[in-house]
Antibody, heavy 120, light 108 residues
Framework: QVQLVQSGAEVKKPGASVKVACKTSGYIFTSYGMSWVRQAPGQGLEWMGWISTYRGDAHYSPKMQDRLTFTTDTSTTTVYMELHNLQSDDTAFYFC?????????????WGQGTLVTVSS | EIVLTQSPGTLSLSPGERATLSCRASESVIGNFLAWYQQKPGQAPRLLIS???TRAAGISDRFSGSGSGTDFTLTINGLETEDYAVYYC?????????FGPGTKVDIK
């Protein structure tokens, strides 16, 4: 069965970077891209972007594209999200999510979420 | 970017009632590529509806989606206790694939 297992919670200081891992299993890794969605505590969902696990190219939300990097490791079927120059309003749960079908589609499979706390 | 507006912000209903949730887009959603998700506290979102009207696998037929262009609706017939949650719409027709702010359905 499809599983997305994310790395554990992180606490970072303002200005630092964080890298969250999303380990996948149960499907052909390079057949589906991966999206990242974040959710500040008590707030709504925010789409961050998407990476093709086949080609490695990424599409980022304009709001975060200057600070955001997605990468993949085909050997371990893991996708990474790295956010730089963290600020307090980056405190949120970060989710990886895979679409139903290859290409851009609704998000059927979700990781459990990783809480990133930014605090001095 | 396409801005999605959901209404109402909160819907207070009794079990057994029908819930009607609206999602309006600032411009036409390409291909009616619109999805609905349910989220409960402490959980990841769960896909309910894709392509505006197609239920995801395993989703009860109490949930139905309709609409096209800029106006979309999620209907929940015969609310059950497990349906009390926050519901989000998302368009995936044009990047960035924005979400609406959500509608909370709570118990009256």
């Amino acid at each position: 069965q499809v599983q997305l297992v994310q790395s554990g919670a992180e606490v970072k200081k303002p200005g630092a970077s964080v890298k969250v891992a999303c380990k996948t299993s149960g499907y052909i890794f390079t057949s589906y891209g991966m999206s990242w969605v974040r959710q500040a505590p008590g707030q709504g969902l925010e789409w961050m972007g998407w990476i093709s696990t086949y080609r490695g190219d990424a599409h980022y939300s304009p709001k975060m594209q200057d600070r955001l990097t997605f990468t993949t490791d085909t050997s371990t079927t893991t996708v990474y999200m790295e956010l730089h120059n963290l600020q307090s309003d980056d405190t949120a749960f970060y989710f990886c999510a895979r679409a139903r079908y290859s290409g851009h589609d609704s998000l059927l499979f979700w990781g459990q979420g990783t809480l990133v706390t930014v605090s001095s | 970017e396409i801005v999605l507006t959901q209404s109402p912000g909160t819907l207070s209903l009794s079990p057994g009632e029908r819930a009607t949730l609206s999602c309006r887009a600032s411009e036409s959603v390409i291909g009616n590529f619109l999805a609905w998700y349910q989220q409960k506290p402490g959980q990841a979102p769960r896909l309910l509806i894709s392509g505006a009207s197609t239920r995801a696998a395993g989703i009860s037929d109490r949930f139905s989606g309709s609409g096209s262009g800029t106006d979309f609706t999620l209907t929940i017939n015969g609310l059950e206790t497990e349906d009390y949650a926050v519901y989000y719409c998302q368009q995936f027709g044009a990047s960035p694939f924005t979400f609406g702010p959500g509608t909370k359905v709570d118990i009256k």
